[in-house]
């Protein structure tokens, strides 16, 4: 059964590798990016593309740190320290 799952995700990752190559392949032609007092940037679409990705995986990254640390912190105040106890003698 674990084998069968590890081809399942060997030809998924391998299915969605082929598909990403395919649209690097398929979109080799120049595009400009304008930007403000006439400057332009000129590159591949797929640059184009991957640039944007990257600039969002970052900008939702950091968007997430201040609440990620407001979670930590707060996780650390839940946690108790160990108080030492006095141990009730049971019946003699």
């Not at 990403?20 to 930007?35: K, Y």
């Not at 403000?36 to 000129?42: E, L, N, P, V």
Request: positive net charge; without cysteine; proline residues 5%.
């Amino acid at each position: 059964m674990k084998r069968l799952l590890r081809l399942l995700q060997w030809l998924l990752k391998a299915a969605v590798f082929f598909t990403l190559f395919a649209f690097a392949l398929n979109n080799q032609q120049e595009t400009r990016v304008n930007f403000f007092f006439g400057t332009y940037w000129a590159a591949p679409t797929v640059l184009v593309v991957l640039s944007a990705f990257s600039l969002g995986v970052v900008i939702g990254v950091l968007g997430m740190v201040p609440r990620w640390w407001r979670h930590r912190q707060a996780a650390r105040q839940q946690i108790v320290t160990p108080t030492p106890t006095t141990e009730v003698p049971r019946g003699i």
